[in-house]
């Protein structure tokens, strides 16, 4: 499901960006954030939580810069995923390999 929903997900992101349509981009980050933390991917987890955060404070100017990150952690976590579908093996990728993130309260920020 994470690999048929991707594309539909980004498009949705972009579009929500050069929009303005903030809830949007907050959602969609929520859902990739979540999507991430099933495959435990830390870092891609951390970037979708500052994006949904950075649209939720309504800061328009460095969303730009955070979906580019997103979407590249994205296509990597994509990558893993579907290699490991193909040829059963585990994904050799560092972002699995981070440590759990927590917030100000030392509560884990896993979706």
């Known amino acids: 499901l994470f690999l048929s ?8 992101l972009r579009e929500a960006v050069s929009t303005g349509a903030l809830d949007k981009v907050a959602l969609v980050a929520h859902a990739l ?6 495959f435990g ?20 100017n460095a969303l730009p810069s955070a ?7 994205v296509h990597q976590l994509a ?3 579907a290699t490991r579908l193909i040829d059963g093996t ?6 699995e ?5 927590r917030d100000d309260t030392g509560a884990s920020l896993r979706a």
């Open 67 to 73: 979906v580019e990150k997103v979407e590249g952690l």
């Open 33 to 38: 954030r979540g999507s991430a933390a099933v």
């Open 41 to 60: 991917s830390d870092l891609t987890v951390e970037a979708a939580f500052q994006l949904e955060r950075l649209a939720k404070e309504g800061n328009r």
């Open 97 to 101: 390999k981070q440590p759990a993130l």
């Open 90 to 95: 585990e994904p050799a990728l560092e972002l």
């Open 79 to 81: 990558k893993a995923v």
């Open 5 to 12: 929903d991707l594309p539909r997900r980004l498009l949705e």
